[in-house]
């Protein structure tokens, strides 16, 4: 414990991560970065660097910060902004909470700025004695959440005084989570109007991966089938997908662009898509579900399309970030 008489207290929020800027040179370094990760690509690194440098940077960032081009908005990034509006409002709570501590609370990216590391050390500089660190994944896979640990052990590895750090793994089922998730789907539909089906689209992961351990489908299946029984939806009124597959080894199934185009020939005239893998809007909500695959359901045959925002700042999202780290702090102050 500190000689001060005020615990020094530090959260890091952590989500995966985004380009400096919506230019194909800001998005090759941050592809370079995320892709060489071999949390995200388990391929022999020889050929993928082969895959990666001759087939991938040449060509993909010019599209990529095309799309990105299409969400920047304030001169920065949903993904980044919304980090950092999370991070003030919890640091809001937290005070409130503990008036006689001194928090901290930092964004931070696994990949691209600001760098978890980055941000561990400005909370070292400060003289924090507690970390808890949560990553923005609310279901845990080992391509995402398990990064994070990457990145922060590969920090404690170089320092000598360390900090008592907690990582927060995940929240798939907690119970704030799932009522906020259905509460933004309820008053969504009382503002819009309801649709024949709803879908939850999650970040897809090669099947390969699931087959080796990683809980994440499973977890996600668990999310949507807890909302939907919140919600009391009918079996039939609703489904979970996968979206945003790279490659050309089969990902967890179903995929969501191909079961959007199903519904449409089928006959369902409209679908509210909600995505609950993502803390923030990003990429892969507003251009990829919101974008691409709006077009894709439309011109497929389907009627009406709406996509539900993500948690971002919603207050009861705020509630459940508090709820996740208050007790952890809660109990470095007792002892």
């Known amino acids: 414990m500190s000689t001060s008489s005020r615990p020094r207290l530090g959260v890091v929020l952590v989500n995966l991560g985004t380009p400096d800027s919506p230019t194909p040179a800001a998005v090759r370094r941050y592809l370079r970065q995320f892709l060489s990760d071999p949390r995200v690509i388990e391929v022999p690194r020889f050929l993928w660097w082969l895959i990666l440098n001759l087939f991938i ?4 960032p010019r599209r990529v910060a095309a799309n990105y081009a299409l969400i920047w908005e304030d001169g920065d990034s949903p993904m980044r902004r919304i980090l950092r509006e999370q991070c003030t409002l919890l640091a809001t709570e937290l005070t409130a909470v503990f008036p ?8 931070a990216m696994t990949y691209g700025q600001p760098a978890l590391a980055s941000a561990l050390a400005k909370l070292q500089a ?3 004695e507690k970390v808890v660190l949560v990553p923005m994944f609310p279901q845990y896979s080992a391509t995402s959440s398990a990064a994070a640990y990457d990145a922060l052990g590969q920090w404690l590895a170089r320092q000598r005084n360390l900090p008592a750090v907690t990582v927060i793994k995940d929240y798939f089922a907690h119970p704030l989570y799932i009522a906020a998730l259905a509460a933004s789907i309820e008053e969504h539909r009382m503002a ?3 649709s024949e089906r709803l879908l939850f689209s999650f970040h897809g992961i090669p099947e390969a991966y699931a087959e080796k351990g990683d ?3 499973e977890r996600c299946r668990a999310t949507a089938a807890l909302v939907a029984e919140r919600l009391r939806l009918p079996p039939e009124a609703w489904a979970a997908s996968f979206q945003s597959r790279f490659g050309r080894q089969p990902w967890v199934q179903p995929y969501t662009d191909e079961l959007l185009s199903q519904w449409a020939r089928s006959g369902i005239a409209s679908v509210q898509v909600v995505c609950p893998a993502f803390s923030a809007d990003c990429l ?3 251009e990829e579900i919101a974008g691409e695959n709006r077009e894709l359901f439309l011109h497929a045959g389907g009627g009406s399309f709406q ?3 993500a948690l971002n700042t919603r207050p009861d999202h705020i509630a459940l970030l508090l709820a996740l780290v208050q007790p952890h702090l809660a109990a470095h102050i007792a002892a």
């Open 215 to 217: 809980p994440y489908p």
């Open 57 to 60: 940077l040449p060509f993909r």
């Open 307 to 309: 996509y539900i925002p």
């Open 192 to 194: 819009h109007g309801h």
């Open 126 to 128: 400060e003289r924090i």
């Open 100 to 107: 006689g501590a001194d928090i901290r609370v930092e964004p």
């Open 284 to 286: 892969e909500t507003l």
